[in-house]
Structure formats: C-alpha cells, structure tokens
C-alpha cells in the first residue's frame, strides 16, 4: 500500500487580486511506499513546503490529488496517523516543555498524553527540561520538541521539514536513530532536508523536485547506483596479481580495485576469470554517487 | 466538540501566563481599589436613608439605602460594561493573530482537528477570559462598594454580564478579521470601530441629523446590521439601578448575538478555505 499518492498535483498562488498567479507545483507525480524513507530534495523555493503542506491538507490543491493511506489529507482519521514537524516551528513561549506536547498529545487523541509526553520528552533528550518555559529554549532545543511533538501516538507517517536544522552533530546522531527505530517500528517515513547528508543516511528513495515538477523519483539505490562503475574488494591473502590485466584498477586500500566501463555480464566474465586465477572476492558493489552529484545533474538542463 | 474545549483551555493557561495581562489587571484593580477608598460615599442608614456621594445628595435623602445607592450601582454597571469592553479588545487583538503565525498554524492544522474547532475554541477562549475579567471587574465594585457603603447588591454583574454579550459582537469581527489579515493591530481597530459604531452611529438621535429621504434612509440601512452597544449598556444599567427593562433592549441582546454568530460563520467560511 503507499502511505503517499499524489497525482497530477497543482498548486498556484495568487487569487483573483493578483496581477500574475505564481505556480509552486506543476503536475508532481509522487508515490511513496507505507514502511519506506523517502527524502524530497530541491533547490530553495522549490515547492518542498507547499508539497509538504498539501499532503498534509494544509493547501488545497488547485489541480490534481493527494491521498494519505487512500484517503483525502483533510480527513481527521487520516491525519491522526501523521505527526508532522514544520521547518520553523512556532511555539507558545509561556508554556513549558511538557504543557506543550501535553497539549498537542490531547488534541492528537492519545489516551495517556501526560505519559506519552514524558516518554517522548526522554527519547528526544529533553525529559530534565520539561519544566521549562519554552521562551528559554534554544533553536536546538526546539527543535528537538518539535520532533517530540510529531512522535507523540506514535504515528504511521512522520511528516518532517528539515528534522536536524540547528541541532548539533550529536544530536543529529540521536535524531537519526530516533528515526531509525520509527522506521522499525513500520512507519513511513517523508523527509525534506538540505542536509543532502542526512538523507543520504537515512532515506532508501528520494524525489528530486526544482522549480515545482519532479524531475526524478525513485529507489536510492537506482539514482545514485552506476550500473557501469562497480567497487570490488579481494582477499588481500589470495592471487590478486592477474586482476589488473583483466581490467581491475587498483584503489587506494590493500585488496581494493573498481571496474569501470563494464556492462554486468561482462563483470561476471572477468570476475570468473579472476576467480580461476586465485582471486576471492569479498565483498562487491555499485558504485554511488552522492545526492549532490545527482542533484546538480538533475537540475543542468535547467541552468543551461 | 471536545478539541473545542481544548483548544479554549490552552488559550486560558496562555493567557493566564501573560505578564503584561495580569499586570494590567493588576494597575487597574490598584487604580479602582484607591479610586473606591478615596470616595466620599455616605450613607444615611434607618428606616429611610439617604446617600452622599462627593458630599452632594442624589436628590433622594429620604429612601432605602438600596435605592439610595440606586445611581451608583448604575454608574459602576456602565463603567464596567464600557472598560470592560475597552480593556477586552485591547488584551485580545492578538490572541487569533498569534495562533495563525507561520510555523505555528500549519502545526494546528496538521493536528486532527476540524478547522472549524479550531477557530470555535479561540473564540470560546476568548469569551471565557471575557467572562472571568467581567466577573472579577463586578466582584471588585460590588466589594468595594459594600464595604463603603454597607449595601451588598450583585446589581454590578448585570454591567459585566452586559460587556460580555457585547464583546460576543465585538471578538467575532476581530476573529473574523484576524482570519483574513493576520494582523492584531487590524483586529484591534476593527474591534474599536464596531465598538465605536455599535455605541453612537446606531442612536436614532444620529439618524435624526439627516435631512429625511434618501441620506437618511441609506444611513438608517448601513447601520441597520450593527449591533446597539448604547442599548446593551443602558440594559446592564437599568438592571443594575432597577430600572425598567423594555423589548429593544432584549432585541438589541438577541440582535448582538445573531451578529456575533454571523461573523463567527463568516469566519469559519474563510478559514475552512483558505491556504496557511
């Protein structure tokens, strides 16, 4: 089942006062995957938020659709399965940590919001400062709150815009495990980051959007992966002297080589090769390009 | 209808938490409570009575104490209903204002909460803080003046409950405005200009300064859909002195709060439409 379908989706700005109608997105096709991690990535002012707002039912489309587990984003059963960070989230300064994720754990319909916000409040590193007004808080701290608040009922979507924005490496780590273990747990995961980094850990699909239409959406694997370029790695103990004369170059580690050019036929042909001349083979893979790689590609065309 | 409650009670705890509102509450109990010491108010007590304020009579030495004090109780009604309402539209211009901000209502909306709840439960906040700062005005007077003169009458709280039924009017078009601009500068303007309107463009004495025919006629139609604030004050009044309650009084209340749901609705209208 995908947790996300969107179709054909529209979205202009500017009513019928304005002089020119701005459109953030143009027929984006998108489908996500329920139990996958998937990272939209763009230059800014790409449509990232106003696609992110309309799976949330935040803007109506002005073409096209969005369903969330099959049905409309506006719908109050639907989005009770989604927990969503915004990118700059805004939140009362008078309350404290464990009022405002109480608060947001009531109308969310959790049944123990006092426990869930404590639980949630320690997962995020936060439980000391619970009872601290968040007027003091750092952008760090609130945004560690923010995450907390999507986490609470433990929700089948987690919606995040810019999860790690102003937290410190260390934190980053232990927001990438948070998400790892939401992961686990089944849920779907839609990230929209600019740390191309961050996605690159933890999405397994990514969507690169510019200038409101998808231009590629897919697997991690095939956007990044060249099916011509293949990273190789010996047993440094075996016969690894023949492998350059059948086209191996040597990398910079002992027993690393990378084939290049190669179609995967004729890789299993040298690699059979290599192995009746003594080669062990240990370990093999395509090899990946980063999100930036793929990313400045994607938008070329555009530039040029 | 329960998120409604809900979301009505954080705006409580919000506002409960705002220093610059309980100070204010603050100067104002502090100026009302010197203002009340200082009073001159005498009350003649036996059989029949007479009162005293500021050393001249009511004109009426020779009553009850409770209907001595009659023009007082009157007085005090009107200064609650009309600080009240001032005070009300300033100290809630941006309660709506704030909770539409960016990076905090896409929050809300992404919540699951109906739109409409949403909105309900500011409103229904806003009332309730209305309500609690009516209550604590009329306490106060009634305290104050029981203590000076040694008649206890609840007769005050009609001028509170009054304010409450006019600011029901008077946050709907803040709300409503609230919704379409995101302003609290805008809402509070609103907030006074309906207030302004409500008290003196809907006089009929007003009305009477144009030359009869059209002017007057288009007048009489433009303010026609205000609510009488004159007439809600005058009814905290009459009921405060016991004074006699006529039915454009009780149409003016009923017609204050079918204008307040009209904007409430326009509100939601918007709200459910529009693009945050």
């Known amino acids: 089942m995908d947790a996300i379908a969107v179709t054909a989706l529209v979205k202009d700005y500017g009513g019928w006062l304005a002089r020119s109608k701005k459109r953030a997105l143009d027929h984006v096709t998108l489908r996500v995957p329920a139990g996958s991690a998937f990272g939209l990535i763009g230059p800014n002012g790409a449509g990232k938020t106003t696609l992110l707002k309309a799976l949330l039912g935040v803007i109506e489309p002005s073409e096209g659709h969005v369903r969330v587990f099959e049905r409309e984003p506006r719908d109050v059963n639907v989005r ?3 927990g969503y960070l915004p990118e700059r989230l805004n939140m009362p300064s008078a309350f404290t940590a464990l009022a405002f994720l109480r608060s947001v754990a009531r109308l969310k319909g959790v049944a123990q919001p006092t426990e869930d916000a404590e639980r949630q409040l320690e997962r995020v590193g936060l439980h000391a400062e619970r009872g601290l007004r968040l007027g003091t808080f750092s952008k760090g701290m609130r945004q560690r709150l923010g995450l907390a608040s999507a986490l609470l009922g433990g929700p089948d979507l987690l919606v995040l815009d810019e999860p790690t924005d102003g937290i410190d ?14 992961r686990a747990r089944g849920a779907t995961l839609f990230l929209n980051s600019h740390l191309l980094s961050e996605t690159e850990r933890i999405c397994d699909r990514v969507g690169f959007l510019v200038a409101g239409k998808v231009l590629r959406e897919g697997a991690m694997l095939e956007l990044c992966g060249d099916t011509s370029r293949f990273n190789l790695r010996f047993a440094v103990d075996s016969q690894t002297g023949g492998l350059a004369a059948l086209g191996f170059m040597p990398g910079d580690q002992a027993g690393a080589y990378t084939c290049v050019g190669c179609s995967v036929a004729e890789l299993n042909s040298k690699l059979a090769q290599a192995r009746e001349s003594g080669a062990m083979l240990v370990e093999l893979a395509p090899q990946m390009r980063d999100l930036e790689a793929v990313l400045l590609e994607v938008m070329e065309p555009r530039r040029a | 209808m329960r998120n409604v409650w809900f979301i009505a009670g954080d705006l409580l705890q919000e506002a409960s938490r705002r220093r610059w509102l309980l100070g204010m509450g603050l100067a104002i109990t502090l100026g009302g409570a010197l203002l009340g010491f200082a009073l001159q108010l005498d009350v003649a007590d036996g059989v029949l009575a007479g009162a005293r304020l500021f050393g001249g009579s009511f004109g009426n030495d020779l009553t009850t104490p409770e209907a001595a004090l009659r023009p007082v109780f009157a007085t005090a009604a009107t200064s609650v209903f009309g600080f009240g309402l001032l005070f ?4 809630c211009s941006d309660f709506a204002p704030t909770l539409f901000a960016e990076g905090r209502i896409e929050h809300l909306l992404a919540l699951p909460i109906r739109r409409a709840e949403l909105l309900l439960g500011v409103y229904a906040g806003v009332l309730a803080i209305a309500v609690c700062g009516a209550t604590y005005a009329g306490a106060v007077f009634t305290l ?19 304010a409450c039924v006019a600011f029901t009017a008077v946050y709907a078009v803040m709300l409503a405005s609230a919704v379409f601009v995101r302003s609290s500068t805008l809402s509070a303007a609103l907030g006074f200009a309906l207030l302004f309107a409500g008290s003196a463009l809907t006089r009929p ?21 205000l609510p009488r604030f004159w007439l809600l004050g005058r009814l905290g009044t009459a009921a405060a002195s016991g004074g006699v309650l006529d039915t454009d009084m009780l149409r003016a ?3 204050t709060l079918v204008f307040g749901g009209g904007c409430v609705m326009l509100a939601i209208w918007e709200f459910e439409r529009k693009d945050h």
């Open chain 1, 80 to 82: 009770r399965r989604i």
């Open chain 2, 205 to 225: 004495e007003l009305a009477a300064l144009f030359e009869s025919g059209p002017h007057r006629t288009l007048f009489t139609a433009a303010v026609a859909c």
């Open chain 1, 169 to 182: 490496p260390k934190g980053r780590a232990d927001v990438r495990a948070i998400l790892q273990e939401e």
């Open chain 2, 88 to 91: 009300g539209v300033l100290s």
């Open chain 2, 253 to 255: 209340t009923l017609g």
């Open chain 2, 144 to 162: 104050l003046l029981g203590l000076k003169s040694g008649v206890w009458s609840w007769a005050i709280f009609a001028g509170g409950g009054m």
